[in-house]
């Protein structure tokens, strides 16, 4: 992410062809009057709780609504990542910098969602509707255990893959030079050492 107040990571990755574009896209909400709205999403900071929604509304009772819909979001995180066997942590960082949990984020590639699935992995993953939380939380996670037991399990390697896909990490070998995918993987992997649940020196 070059700039991650304006800016999300996408993936477009088949798990066959093992290709995916590293190119960042803005994020757009829809309301629900159909139109679109820009979403700036400020870095995640250790000294910052999750708080995304405040930029939509600043009443009181979106802000309940909003810490509902995340807690909603986090239940489905633990259940995913312990269907996967992902540690917890790591799934809510990734769909924390995917989305920051907003289930209506929607990228100018088609990216969609928590975890920002595209519509081609989405299939290939076998979700079959993107838009719901469950299903997408489903096939990010299962999608993550893809990339780590296909680089031994090695976290920085496989959020690079999420973010810039397998071919471009097996091609560098290692980190693709793209600084997007590079500071994706460190925000990260701050926010685990944040959380105490991975060292961040990678």
Excluded at 9 to 29: Q, R, T
Excluded at 101 to 127: D, E, F, H, K, W
Aim: aromatic share 10%.
């Amino acid at each position: 992410m070059v700039n991650r107040r304006f800016t999300f990571p996408i993936f477009a990755i088949l798990p066959l062809a093992g290709f995916c574009s590293g190119a960042h896209a803005n994020v757009f909400e829809r309301k629900q009057n159909g139109n679109l709205v820009e979403i700036s999403q400020p870095a995640w900071r250790a000294d910052a709780s999750p708080a995304v929604e405040r930029r939509y509304s600043p009443t009181a009772d979106s802000a309940s609504n909003s810490s509902q819909s995340q807690n909603t979001v986090r239940q489905h995180i633990q259940v995913a990542a312990t269907r996967f066997g992902i540690d917890y942590n790591l799934v809510d960082a990734v769909a924390w910098q995917e989305s920051r949990y907003n289930p209506r984020a929607l990228s100018t590639a088609g990216a969609m969602g928590v975890m920002q699935l595209m519509p081609g992995t989405a299939r290939q993953l076998g979700v079959r509707n993107p838009h719901d939380v469950e299903q997408n939380v489903v096939g990010g996670t299962a999608y993550l255990r893809q990339q780590l037991e296909r680089f031994g399990n090695n976290v920085p390697l496989a959020l690079a893959a999420y973010n810039a896909g397998p071919g471009a990490v097996i091609k560098y070998g290692g980190i693709p030079p793209y600084r997007e995918t590079q500071d994706y993987v460190r925000q990260i992997m701050q926010r685990l050492s944040a959380t105490s649940a991975y060292r961040a020196g990678y």
